[in-house]
């Protein structure tokens, strides 16, 4: 995990003494002398912030926003002097201070040591300093953040800062981030970048080793326009002709082109010494060189290695100190090279758009073999993904940003770059809770903590119901919900909140909440719509309410408008927000666009509208929980033949599956006959990898790996072999290209569809399941607009078929004589969960495996 040694500081605010385990103390640190200080009495400053004569810019910028905070928590005036640093709250970096003797605390020229600093009391006032001005600033929002300010969102609105008239402090901490750049969440680039690079500072994101990673080849070929005119054979060869395709990759066999890319970026470096990072990623997109020459230098990721390694070895000779290069590990130049990668280029690995096969995790693993600086490339809320709706993205998911970013840590990551937008209400607690775990990796044990102090600080008499609500949106991503469940919720914990406080700051966060509801429910409303006029209303209701809303930083409108006018959505350019119609009177871009505020009396109308409209999901059931030992049933139990199902539009799955198989004595191998590649475009996954499991094996190791058939559209046959007999697991990956799987009917073959393991079936279904004796509720939650459940007799009591549902919760009654019984589901583009009964679906009686104890229970006695 974390490596510093950690000791314990303790800090005292009017008198309360809180535990903050974490401390790093480098090299030739001056003994730890503990002092408390008074900063402030009743309303009176007791010290001045000293700055050193002819502190840069960002220094004295912090000195005077830690006076003015200062001066808001306590009520006294602050004064920015200029001294030694002896006396004082001093700010500044070790070297403005000569006299503290810090020196040897600090290494500026070590490049991953640029943001640390110290924070220490004593008997004269305290130390805020840093090894660079950076760092300083750090420290001071550091210092302010132990006070009990925060700033969780970028707008005023959702700033804390306490009132403490007497302020005494007690603080001994050296500090140091665990990831060296942290880019996450990232400005987007239709976000108010003033308020988010503000958020940034004093959420200690904003970063000294500050590391390029855009795609870089369009920009060479734009700044060398005549070269590449002159020169066609530097593009790459596709489809016979050069600069085929997007247009817009490199022959990289070509000397000329790679000494142009050389020459380039010299002078991107010389035109900006200061510049510590340039990036040598290719374009987006395909159309990679095909001449001969490309192919015997290796891998797409050869090449673009290749390349990198040359620019980080010229730049890096240039005098003018160490210079690194950024990549992605993306698309088709995410598998690990063949060759070793310079040691100035940084790899940050895409979570997403991983190509030929391979998981996260085995990436990571091969590109540290070849890789000294590594980083991640995450998705936290691309706006095109998921507009800004709650319970979507990874940004906003709490419990996956505390397992995953200490992963990143451990497996040898160090620099964090994830894509991101305004979308605060639905995300925002995840952003704050991410920029917390990227300097600190250890806080991931005290989540519950930081929700706590979240909603605490927010809400004050509310927080309970606010709790509640952040639960829901930035802790239970599993939990099925439909939308009519979510915004009830949403509707009924913001007004139950409004009820417990009359507190101005707590009622303006509530409205930007309530204004945030309404734009979820109008979304919900445009994407329920059909046809083109009744979409082109929905779209301009809700972008109408987006564009009201902007200042509030919930929503992105600007990449509100461009996701409308993809999708094929008639939008007027005069209603894209970056076009503000100078001169043009507002009226007439109506119904589009207005900048009127939202009044009080809207924003509650807006609540008590949706609490009345919408109704929580009501179960009408308890679930119950089945093992995973499972065994064949049908001979047990005696069940019916029934005629032959559908598994996925005849056995066509894409992705990721999981299948329970069962093993005769005498016949421990499962025969395959397998198709991959059968959507052409996405036959560069790679490989169908097929691992079979078997829970008597000790090591929880596969006991037979299949990774012949290739997507190619052609026909294998395999047979995966197993020393034991009895249940096993099948799992298989084929990059969510498309495979079929042809098994001998009546083969055991058993889908899981539980609460813990929902399983989506893209294509047409008809499965059965098995309804135990007894049972008198069959009950569930399926999301989907084609639904049907019939009872054992064929009797449809089930259908959502012809209906505007999304799906929810199912409560069906079980007939008289229908329990003991195998029901059959149907649909297509489903998600299903099944609650109270067996969760397990095959396409006949003799392939159905059902847990033992379901067996004993219900077999002829």
Excluded at 683 to 699: H, I, M, T, W
Aim: hydrophobic letters at 40%; glycine letters at 8%; a neutral charge.
């Amino acid at each position: 995990m974390s490596d510093r040694r950690s000791f314990i500081k303790q800090l005292t605010v009017a008198g309360v003494a809180n535990s903050m385990p974490r401390a790093f103390f480098p090299g030739l640190l001056i003994p730890s002398v503990r002092h408390k200080v008074a900063l402030a009495e009743k309303g009176r400053a007791l010290h001045a912030i000293v700055v050193n004569r002819g502190a840069p810019e960002r220094t004295l910028g912090a000195a005077k926003d830690l006076a003015d905070y200062l001066g808001r928590i306590t009520g006294a005036h602050f004064k920015v002097t200029e001294g030694d640093g002896t006396s004082g709250i001093a700010v500044g970096t070790y070297k403005d201070f000569p006299k503290l003797k810090f020196k040897g605390m600090f290494d500026p020229g070590d490049l991953t040591r640029l943001d640390e600093y110290l924070l220490r009391t004593h008997s004269k006032g305290a130390y805020l300093i840093g090894a660079t001005d950076l760092a300083a600033q750090h420290a001071v929002w550091d210092f302010l953040y132990r006070i009990g300010y925060r700033q969780f969102f970028p707008t005023d609105t959702w700033e804390v800062v306490p009132e403490v008239p007497t302020l005494n402090v007690e603080m001994d901490a050296f500090e140091r981030p665990d990831f060296y750049n942290r880019n996450g969440p990232r400005i987007s680039a239709y976000s108010d970048e003033k308020l988010w690079r503000r958020w940034h500072d004093r959420n200690r994101l904003t970063s000294s080793f500050r590391v390029d990673t855009g795609h870089s080849y369009n920009g060479i070929i734009a700044r060398n326009k005549a070269a590449f005119d002159a020169h066609p054979e530097y593009l790459a060869l596709v489809d016979g002709a050069r600069g085929g395709g997007l247009g817009d990759k490199f022959c990289v066999a070509n000397q000329g082109l790679r000494r142009l890319v050389v020459e380039d970026a010299g002078r991107r470096i010389q035109a900006n010494p200061d510049a510590m990072s340039i990036s040598m990623d290719p374009s987006d997109g395909g159309s990679w060189c095909e001449c001969k020459a490309c192919a015997e230098i290796g891998s797409i990721s050869d090449r673009v290695v290749m390349l990198a390694n040359e620019v980080a070895t010229a730049i890096n000779k240039m005098g003018l100190g160490d210079k690194y290069v950024g990549i992605y590990a993306y698309n088709q130049h995410s598998p690990p090279p063949h060759v070793d990668v310079h040691p100035k280029v940084i790899v940050s690995i895409a979570t997403s758009y991983i190509r030929y096969g391979y998981t996260f995790e085995k990436l990571i693993e091969g590109w540290a073999r070849r890789a000294r600086l590594l980083g991640i490339r995450e998705y936290y809320i691309p706006f095109v993904w998921y507009q800004g709706m709650p319970l979507k993205g990874n940004g906003g998911n709490v419990n996956y940003l505390a397992k995953k970013i200490p992963y990143y840590h451990q497996v040898g990551a160090r620099f964090m770059n994830a894509d991101s937008g305004d979308s605060w209400i639905a995300n925002g607690l995840g952003f704050y809770i991410s920029a917390r775990l990227l300097w600190d990796i250890n806080i991931a044990g005290g989540i519950e903590g930081l929700i706590d102090d979240f909603v605490n600080k927010l809400f004050g008499k509310a927080r309970a119901p606010m709790r509640n609500f952040f639960k829901m949106v930035a802790q239970d991503h599993d939990v099925p919900r439909t939308n009519d469940d979510l915004l009830s919720h949403m509707y009924g914990y913001i007004k139950e909140a409004r009820a417990l406080t009359n507190d101005a700051k707590a009622l303006a966060r509530l409205d930007d909440m309530g204004i945030y509801t309404r734009y979820v429910e109008l979304w919900f409303r445009f994407e329920r719509v059909e046809g083109q006029h009744a979409r082109d209303k929905a779209a301009q209701e809700v972008f109408r309410h987006a564009y009201r809303m902007q200042n509030t930083m919930m929503v992105d409108a600007q990449s509100l408008y461009q996701y409308l006018r993809r999708v094929k959505i008639n939008v007027p350019e005069y209603a894209d927000p970056g076009n503000l119609e100078v001169g043009r009177p507002l009226e007439e871009m109506q119904p589009w666009k207005s900048s009127k505020p939202f009044t009080r009396n809207e924003i509650e109308q807006f609540i008590e509208k949706g609490v009345a409209a919408y109704k929580k999901d009501n179960m009408g059931f308890r679930p119950v929980t089945f093992s995973k030992d499972l065994a064949p049933a049908a001979e047990m139990l005696n069940l019916s033949t029934v005629s032959m199902g559908d598994m996925e539009g005849g056995n066509a799955f894409r992705g990721r599956h999981t299948m329970f198989t069962w093993f005769q004595p005498g016949h421990k191998q499962l025969a395959l006959t397998v198709t991959g590649g059968l959507i052409a475009h996405y036959r560069d996954r790679g490989n169908v990898r097929f691992r079979l499991f078997s829970p008597q094996e000790a090591l929880v190791e596969p006991v037979a790996i299949d990774e012949t058939v290739a997507p190619n559209g052609e026909t294998y046959n395999i047979a995966l072999k197993s020393p034991y007999d009895g249940m096993h697991e099948l799992e298989w990956d084929d990059g969510d290209d498309q495979t079929r799987l042809v098994w001998a009917e009546g083969t055991p073959m058993t889908v899981r569809a539980s609460m813990d393991n929902p399983t989506r079936f893209r294509n047409n279904v008809r499965l059965y399941f098995y309804v135990p004796k007894g049972v008198r509720i069959v009950g569930g939650y399926a999301a989907g607009k084609n639904i049907q459940i019939f009872d054992g007799g064929a009797n449809k009591i089930l259908d959502w078929r012809d209906t505007d549902s999304n799906g929810g919760y199912f409560n069906i009654p079980v007939p008289a004589g229908q329990d003991g019984a195998l029901w059959q589901l149907r649909g297509a583009n489903i998600i299903v969960r099944l609650m109270t009964v067996p969760p397990y679906l095959a396409r006949n009686e003799k392939e159905l495996l059902l847990p033992k104890e379901v067996i004993e229970a219900d077999r002829p006695k």
